[in-house]
């Protein structure tokens, strides 16, 4: 195996990783609100016994709890089922706005935590590229990630697409920036090598706070 790799598959492995890591995190906090609400249930169910009827209202709540967090387990179990298939394929027609938007939903809790908020302006038509879904989801995150820490003051960050369908590019910008760090984005043999997998190139505009991921021209 050749050193890039190895720092490929390296860096996958700890994307899939730090992605299955926060989904399992949520599955395991709503596991333990559905088990508080099973022994509220069971309190109450021996109370009965020696005291006047359950109230239907406070059983209902119960109930209602339990369901909203079936329903957000469901939905974290879905999330992270679409992220294991991304593995499927060696290449596909990947569209970037639907792809920016999941990433974005699969490590909602990460940004979160970082007190980020995140918009995206959806592009004037689909833009899409022949890639390997998986190794763009992590360069992706890792281009979230980056403009999130970069965030300072104001913490923003607006993801648009580029106009010019043939050269895809995906615009990264930041209300406020800390002090020198676009001058040292994306500069790890890891980055290197996974934007070189992906054929993509990093653009700065240090003047607008920003950076893009952008794809070669296709004709």
């Known amino acids: 195996m050749t050193k890039d790799k190895h720092e490929l598959i390296t860096g996958g492995m700890q994307f899939f990783g730090q992605m299955s890591a926060s989904a399992t995190h949520e599955i395991k906090n709503t596991l333990a609100?559905?088990?508080?609400s099973a022994g509220l249930l069971e309190d109450l169910s021996m109370m009965a016994e020696t005291n006047p009827p359950l109230s239907p209202a406070r059983?209902?709540?119960?109930?209602?709890?339990?369901?909203?967090?079936?329903?957000?387990?469901?939905l974290v179990v879905r999330k992270l089922n679409r992220f294991s298939h991304s593995v499927d394929r060696q290449t596909?027609?990947?569209d970037l706005e639907k792809t920016v938007c999941f990433v974005l939903d699969l490590a909602?809790?990460?940004i979160e935590m970082q007190g980020v908020v995140v918009k995206v302006i959806p592009p004037l038509s689909h833009i899409r590229v022949d890639t390997n879904l998986f190794y763009l989801e992590?360069?992706?995150?890792?281009?979230?990630?980056?403009?999130?820490?970069?965030?300072?003051?104001?913490?923003?960050?607006k993801i648009s697409f580029g106009t010019d369908a043939d050269t895809p590019s995906i615009w990264f910008s930041m209300e406020t920036?800390?002090?020198?760090?676009?001058?040292?984005?994306?500069?790890?043999?890891e980055d290197d090598v996974l934007l070189a997998y992906l054929n993509i190139s990093i653009k700065k505009n240090k003047e607008n706070n920003g950076f893009c991921l952008l794809w070669p021209k296709r004709f």
């Open 33 to 36: 609100i559905i088990n508080e």
């Open 59 to 74: 059983v209902n709540d119960i109930s209602q709890r339990v369901k909203r967090q079936v329903v957000r387990a469901d």
């Open 92 to 94: 596909q027609i990947t």
């Open 108 to 110: 909602s809790r990460l």
């Open 138 to 157: 992590n360069m992706i995150w890792k281009a979230i990630e980056t403009a999130c820490l970069a965030a300072k003051e104001k913490k923003q960050v």
């Open 177 to 189: 920036v800390k002090d020198n760090l676009m001058d040292d984005l994306f500069g790890s043999k």
